[in-house]
Nanobody
Framework: QMQLAESGGGLVQAGGSHRLSCAASGRSFISYTMGWFRQALGSEREWLGTVAWGGGDPYYADSVRGRFTIFRDNTKNMVYLQMNDLKPEDTAVYYC????????????????WGQGTQVTVSS
């Protein structure tokens, strides 16, 4: 089992930046591809981006590409989501997740999930 714990959620003004963190424990973090998702009230869970276990460039959903950046620190078992130019429509619960697949952009690709952290963007 892998345990994931997101942190850093809160209230942010539109146009601002914010960083979320995800701490992993219980399994070999370096062996897992890590992804970020979000779920707005009344909406489906949306994939945001992925950073593979073997390295390489992260890849992103069109909705956040150019504004959001994912990076991982394998020495600390951490993955981060840097969010810039935030918009009210970015308001959601944000989740990190772990996958055994190198390429993973679907919810069903991921087997471990955190509990989520709320980000609210005020206009």
């Amino acid at each position: 089992q892998m345990q994931l714990a997101e942190s850093g959620g809160g209230l942010v003004q539109a146009g601002g930046s914010h960083r979320l963190s995800c701490a992993a424990s219980g399994r070999s973090f370096i062996s897992y591809t890590m992804g970020w998702f979000r779920q707005a009230l009344g909406s489906e869970r949306e994939w945001l981006g992925t950073v593979a276990w073997g390295g390489g460039d992260p890849y992103y959903a069109d909705s956040v590409r150019g504004r959001f950046t994912i990076f991982r620190d394998n020495t600390k078992n951490m993955v981060y989501l840097q969010m810039n130019d935030l918009k009210p429509e970015d308001t959601a619960v944000y989740y990190c997740a772990a996958s055994e697949h190198r390429s993973a952009s679907r919810r069903r690709d991921y087997i471990y999930w955190g509990q989520g952290t709320q980000v609210t963007v005020s206009s």
